[in-house]
């Protein structure tokens, strides 16, 4: 193997045309992120016809180049302008934003570069150590374990709440609500639909984010008229060593989650940035910050984001099962090269496998010089006028959301969302729980009934079956964990002294 990898890097480094690829891959696939509704996926389906005429290793280094670049861009305009590009990077408006407030937006940016540096590399480490034999346990994931995966998705929401839990809770509901529309997924019966064939497939996440988080955020800039002030004036703090060493806990957290994450065929992105979000504010002596412009609750969702790209490309290599859609789309590159990813392909071509992930690397110091050498122009974006900002973020979002699919009702669906959003905020309810109610919905739906229908209604599959009963139990630590965090909160609130006048 270490005669592969070595030739492996030869072959990247004497190979200029496939460096420029790869660079130049790494800057689309931040403008492709950065652009809300289009995200990874999107960008390497636009980007996919293009590496017909290219080779193998040059095309699918391409895309992956492109896959890495777009998992940091999106958390760009979620820092910036309250609006996540993509899925996975709504959590990061929770603090990337609000850093962004504090004028120290320049801080976020070039920490949330370093975070995905170092979870990139965490990823490609994974994903070189352990291909062939971790995809062989993912591959055992079922209904039963997926049922208890979104479970423990669901504890671990419950931490993510800021301000009131009961409006958190709803909010929590009112995504599985969301989630439930559509033509039901095992006897294909109309649910919530209203007679509108417009809702069979379901209501789609990413008109459905754009509009509560960019819509809605378009709409509030526009009414204030005052957002951008002089006390929005970015201050020039960069990110520095002492920051770097003060969250290398959350960006390890958040990179362990990436790659657990990561490895399971249909886990995703999204999970993975919510499930570092709450870990890394469980385990933090600042939780209280968090949801306030914490650093650490930026730095953990981009870390997981960008372990996930090395750690997804382990299913897709192994066993040529695609963990996510921009996976999907990747085996799309080699399947134009009629090159079919799977055992086969590490016996027969072990050279090309070690090209692609030297290729990796490539990508992965791309996208940092990049996100480094954008990070002044990008800053220029909060001294637009606030109603021109406005009514450019509402223009983009629709931009985006039909070229997501270039269908006008997701244009609508997402304008419906956005004026509903807007009314949420006002009442002070978050949106967060919303966005992840819908995705971990149609995974515990459907898995649990699944599961169910196996078992004859029988629930002891979910304690017999080991990786289940791991994920159960760690679902109840996590729980009980804020429990006693809670208590202890409390417990040392300072008790009010009640005296009475003469």
Known sequence: MLADLIHALLDVLINFKLIVLVVVGAGLGILGGAMPGLSAPGALAISLSFTYSMSALEGVSFLAAIYTGAQYGGSIT???LNTPGAPESAVMTLDGFELTRRGLARKALQGSIWAGFVGGFFGIAFLLIILGTVADEAARFGPV???????????????????????????????????????????????????????YGGLPLVPVLIGLFAVSEGLILVERGLLV?????????????????????????GSAVGLAIGVLPGGGASIASWLAYSLARTTSKQASQYG???????LAPEAADKAMVGASL????????PSTASAGVIIGGFELHNIVPGPDLLKSQPRLVFAIIAALVVANCAVFVWGQALVPLLLRVRAIQPAVLGVSVLVLSLIGTYAFNGVVFSMILSVATGIFGYFLRKAEFPLAPIILGMLLGPIFDQN???????????????????????????????????????????????????????
């Open 78 to 80: 979620a820092t910036l």
């Open 145 to 199: 374990q997926y049922t208890s995966l979104a479970i423990f998705g669901f504890v671990a929401m419950s931490s993510i709440a800021m301000g009131s839990r009961v409006k958190a809770l709803a909010a929590a509901m009112l995504g599985l609500l969301f989630s439930m529309v559509g033509l039901d997924p095992i006897t294909a019966t109309p649910r919530y639909t209203f007679g509108s064939a417009d809702f």
């Open 229 to 253: 002030s002089a006390s929005d004036a970015q201050k020039r703090v960069g990110f520095g060593w002492s920051d770097f060493v003060a969250c290398w806990r959350a960006m390890g957290i």
């Open 292 to 298: 306030k412009g914490a650093l650490d609750g930026l």
């Open 314 to 321: 382990v299913p897709l290599l192994a066993l040529g099962v």
């Open 448 to 502: 649990l009934r699944r599961a169910l229908i196996a078992s004859n209604g029988s629930l002891l599959p979910f304690v017999e079956d080991p990786i289940s009963l791991v994920l159960l139990a760690l679902a109840a630590c996590f729980l009980l964990a804020i429990v006693l965090v809670a208590i202890a909160r409390r417990g040392k609130a300072p008790t009010a002294r009640v005296t009475f006048d003469e």
